[in-house]
């Protein structure tokens, strides 16, 4: 027999929230201790109920270390956004040579896991820059088809004329030539 879908929104009795409650929280530390084993990662969890109790859990002997990585990390973060928005407001630029030993410095500070999850991240960026490009030739090759086709017909279109055109001249030449020549044989 199969559970029922369960409606997303706050229980009303107290005992069977209570009871939710411990039940979900044991759920989510275990699915974080699964997590920390299966891909060796720093985690912490920290749970406040609704009476204000503290439920924590962490990966290493210690959540500090963790608290402290995320900490710098959100300051570092920061620190990075800012430092974007004043570059692209100053006329200075950073050279390439510049910009790599700060990157070599910050790789140098990650973990292997971090470098693991930096480099899919690189690879999926990588993947849509690619896609983007790809998209963005496509629309471009379509549009010069698209002009080629356009630019053909009015080809066509000027040649007919400049046909036409000589016809006439030589039309006119003859009917010219004939009317002078009657004109001739009757003086």
């Known amino acids: 027999m199969g559970r029922k879908k369960l409606e997303i929104k706050r229980i009303?009795?107290?005992g069977a929230r209570m009871v939710c409650f411990s039940k979900r929280?044991?759920?989510l530390i275990k699915k974080a201790k699964?997590?920390?084993?299966?891909c060796d990662v720093d985690l912490a969890t920290?749970?406040?109920?609704n009476r204000g109790k503290l439920f924590q859990y962490s990966s290493t002997h210690s959540i500090d270390p963790?608290?402290?990585?995320?900490?710098?990390?959100?300051?570092?973060?920061?620190?990075?956004?800012?430092?974007?928005?004043?570059?692209?407001?100053?006329?200075?630029?950073?050279?390439?040579?510049?910009?790599?030993?700060?990157?070599?410095?910050?790789?140098?500070?990650l973990s292997?896991?971090?470098?693991?999850?930096?480099?899919?991240?690189?690879?999926?960026?990588i993947s849509q820059t690619r896609s983007a490009k790809t998209k963005k030739m496509i629309a471009t090759v379509s549009s010069l088809r698209?002009?080629?086709k356009s630019l053909a017909e009015e080809n066509r279109s000027l040649e007919e004329i400049t046909r036409k055109n000589r016809n006439a001249r030589g039309k006119k030449m003859i009917v010219d030539?004939?009317?002078d020549a009657d004109d001739q044989m009757t003086d």
């Open 12 to 14: 009303e009795d107290n």
């Open 25 to 27: 929280r044991n759920g």
């Open 34 to 38: 699964e997590l920390s084993v299966l």
């Open 46 to 49: 920290i749970i406040f109920s």
């Open 66 to 109: 963790v608290l402290q990585r995320y900490k710098d990390e959100a300051e570092s973060s920061t620190r990075s956004s800012e430092a974007k928005g004043q570059s692209s407001n100053s006329s200075s630029s950073i050279t390439s040579d510049e910009l790599l030993r700060d990157v070599e410095r910050e790789l140098d500070e």
């Open 112 to 125: 292997v896991t971090d470098l693991m999850l930096l480099q899919k991240e690189i690879e999926a960026a």
């Open 146 to 148: 698209e002009e080629e």
């Open 177 to 179: 030539l004939n009317v």
